[in-house]
């Protein structure tokens, strides 16, 4: 079966469908959350409750074609507001998670990843890290395409002054 007419089957009520939905999806979705989170409970737990909205609002999907880009949505706005919750909770600013995207060859990038503001983060999560193009970022995020292009370009702006000076002598 096709993703979509898994997504109809699903959407019908078949539980199984669903699961191997998830199962098609599980991996991109833990990346996505741990890259955002920099904690593998976290985004497991991330992953557990975006996979639990979905399931409670499956059938108000209008585009079965569309299940992929709707739950890495449903992921992007859980772990948003995760982030948010933890930093009004957290006094403790000083420690930060060892890892970050599986240890990545190069800390450096990863830090200035994720020291971008949310909106230029997702994109280059998305488009970089994930390979979605562009167009694909634009929908799951649901903005233009414009939109996408020139946040990529600030945050590519923004990693380039951040790393630039490091290697310059």
């Not at 449903?74 to 060892?98: G, M, P, V, W």
Request: hydrophobic share 40%; with cysteine.
């Amino acid at each position: 079966m096709t993703p979509a007419e898994l997504t109809v089957a699903a959407q019908q009520g078949d539980a199984e469908a669903f699961a191997a939905l998830i199962e098609m999806h599980q991996n991109r979705l833990y990346r996505i959350a741990y890259a955002y989170l920099h904690n593998e409970a976290d985004a497991l737990e991330a992953i557990q409750e975006s996979t639990y909205r979905a399931f409670r609002k499956l059938k108000k999907l209008k585009e079965p074609s569309y299940f992929g880009t709707w739950l890495i949505r449903i992921l992007l706005n859980y772990c948003a507001d995760e982030r948010k919750r933890k930093s009004r909770f957290s006094q403790i600013t000083d420690i930060q998670e060892s890892s970050s995207w599986d240890q990545p060859e190069d800390p450096d990038l990863a830090a200035a990843v994720s020291s971008l503001d949310r909106d230029c983060k997702q994109i280059i999560i998305l488009s970089y890290f994930e390979g979605f193009p562009l167009t694909e970022v634009a929908e799951i995020l649901g903005i233009p395409t414009g939109t996408v292009k020139s946040r990529l370009h600030r945050a590519l702006g923004q990693l380039r002054d951040q790393l630039g000076t490091k290697g310059d002598t």
